[in-house]
């Protein structure tokens, strides 16, 4: 069912329909959210890719439990997805990596994400100096980037509907599977 909204979204307005809100929860206790980008669903997984000593990616080594959550103004509907977060395989990783293009290759290397950077000038040259390194070969994944993959253990579609009557179908996983219940609006 995601998979169907998702290509409806992306079919009546491609941008962004693959932006997709993060939000993580340092030790002790405080949420934080950001976006990044679906990379699909693999093995009934939602994948990300990002920079493993990030700020998101502290907080996911600490506590693994997050939520996803697209909304597509095109259509009038929010997907939420909450569970566990595990690293891909490197496999996956190297592969996903080995077919970005170059600059996004060389900007992964050069970019210490979520550290405090004096300038852009510091970072335009690290970005010389990761160009350099890498010069005529092809860039590997740096060991501190890659995948991620959020198990879902709580899935809710919310469509929007008149006179705030809206839609929602919430699906949680227990022992037995899927139990799907719907939810006042
Ligand atoms: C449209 C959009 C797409 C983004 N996609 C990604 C992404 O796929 N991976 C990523 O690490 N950051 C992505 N970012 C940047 C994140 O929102 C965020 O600034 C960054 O990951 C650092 O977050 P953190 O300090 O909480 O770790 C995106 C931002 C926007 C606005």
Known sequence: ?????????????PRFADAMTL????????PSARTVLYKGLTEGAVCFVSNYGSRKGQQLDAN????????????????????????ASADWSDRYFAARARSSQIGAWASAQ????????????????????FRDQP?????????????????????????????RYSYRTDASGWQSERLSP
């Open 64 to 87: 693994p439990q997050a939520a996803l959550v697209f909304f597509w103004s095109s259509l009038n509907r929010q997907v939420r997805f909450e569970g566990r977060v595990e690293r």
């Open 139 to 167: 860039v590997p994944r740096p060991p501190f980037w890659g995948g991620y993959w959020l198990r879902p253990e709580r899935v809710e579609f919310w469509l929007g509907q008149d006179a705030r009557l809206h839609d």
């Open 114 to 133: 979520s550290q405090v950077i004096a300038s852009r000038d510091v970072l335009e040259a690290r970005i010389a100096e990761a160009e350099a390194r």
């Open 23 to 30: 939000a993580t929860v340092s030790v002790d206790g405080r």
């Open 1 to 13: 069912m995601f998979e169907h909204w998702f290509i409806e979204a992306h079919a009546l307005d």
